[in-house]
């Protein structure tokens, strides 16, 4: 079998966001959820908004407030995430 180099790019992607999550103060799962939550319906001339360095401010906005209350996925995750957290 011939080598691929796809797993090298997508631990690439992945870390680089990662890091640039850190690098912003953003929590990497919680931005993960949220992007996967927001690309299908996010216009395309506007993705540079979900990167790690606008992500902050494009997350204040009431657009974006509603399109990640209206997701069942991600409500339902957080309910999880409610009931299953230790209690400290």
């Not at 919680?30 to 997350?59: I, S």
């Not at 509603?66 to 996925?73: P, T």
């Amino acid at each position: 079998m011939p080598a691929s180099n796809d797993g090298a790019e997508v631990n690439t992607l992945c870390t680089t966001l990662i890091a640039s999550c850190h690098l912003h103060e953003i929590e990497p799962e919680a931005d993960l959820r949220d992007l996967l939550c927001l690309l299908p319906g996010w216009p395309k001339n506007r993705v540079l908004e979900l990167a790690p360095c606008n992500w902050k401010q494009t997350l204040e906005q009431p657009e974006t407030q509603q399109r990640l209350a209206a997701h069942v996925m991600r409500r339902t995750i957080l309910e999880f995430d409610k009931i299953h957290s230790p209690r400290a």
